[in-house]
């Protein structure tokens, strides 16, 4: 089965610029999830859908960032105005449901630096 | 609030030892999962190995096993006759209840270094 896959893989914005993050998660996964590595931090959670809705937002740092899943297919995370503290790994996860002993699959992550 | 700790921000380990990687968690739940996800340098992650916290033996994955001590609340990840491909960080993360459809936290990861 093909994986987790995400787009752009890298992307440099200028301070104050929009930019869109994808991810195209396995086929079949309901559930799909963000979450953000700033340098040398821990990887912190931002948001989980199911489905097309949103499970849990807990994690979104501010109202700068918007995340919607299209027909609980494809996810875009959207970050507008962009500011410096943005920049990092932004990475796209799914898993299916009820398989407990199942990790996530991961993407291979949207390195975003904001300039 | 669960937490992950992981101490070691960085280790270096001469090729073929063992390594064990620290990790030591806090959570009020009694149902939880544990993990330890893989970074190379190409970025993905890639899951290793998953304990539950009901599970009775420590998990084992090929040449990685997990050191469960659920009084300590540690899980140790330990790698036997590491190889130069190990090289990469490492993060153990868990879950709180047993749906694979709740979060997981992560910790902030340990750089390992395999020495040839």
């Known amino acids: 089965e093909a994986g987790v896959t995400q787009f752009p893989s890298h992307s440099v914005i200028e301070k104050g610029q929009t930019v869109t993050l994808r991810c195209d998660p396995i086929?079949?996964?309901?559930?799909l999830y963000w979450y953000r590595r700033v340098m040398g931090k821990e990887i912190k959670f931002l948001l989980h859908?199911?489905?097309?809705?949103?499970?849990?937002e807990s994690g979104m740092p501010n109202n700068r960032f918007l995340a919607e899943r299209t027909g609980g297919t494809y996810s875009t995370l959207k970050v507008q105005p962009a500011e410096l503290e943005d920049s990092g790994v932004y990475f796209c996860?799914?898993?299916?449901?009820?398989?407990?002993?199942?990790?996530?699959?991961f993407g291979s992550g949207t390195r975003l630096t904001v300039v | 609030a669960q937490k992950i700790t992981q101490t070691q921000p960085g280790m270096f380990v001469q090729e073929k030892e063992a390594v064990t990687l620290d990790c030591t968690y806090d959570?009020?739940?009694?149902?939880?999962?544990l993990f330890w996800y893989k970074q190379p340098s190409s970025g993905e992650m890639i899951f290793l190995i998953y304990?539950?916290?009901?599970?009775?033996q420590n998990a084992t994955e090929g040449r990685y096993s997990l050191n469960f001590q659920k009084a300590r609340k540690s899980a140790n990840l330990v790698i036997s006759a590491s190889q130069l491909g190990d090289s990469a960080m490492y993060f153990c993360?868990?879950?709180?209840?047993?749906?694979?459809?709740?979060?997981?936290?992560f910790g902030s990861g340990t750089r390992l270094s395999i020495r040839p």
């Open positions: 996860a799914s898993s299916p449901n009820a398989r407990r002993r199942y990790g996530y699959t």
């Open positions: 086929s079949g996964h309901d559930n």
């Open positions: 859908f199911v489905k097309e809705s949103k499970q849990d």
């Open positions: 959570t009020s739940d009694q149902s939880y999962g």
């Open positions: 304990q539950g916290s009901y599970d009775e």
């Open positions: 993360a868990m879950r709180e209840g047993y749906s694979s459809a709740s979060k997981i936290i």
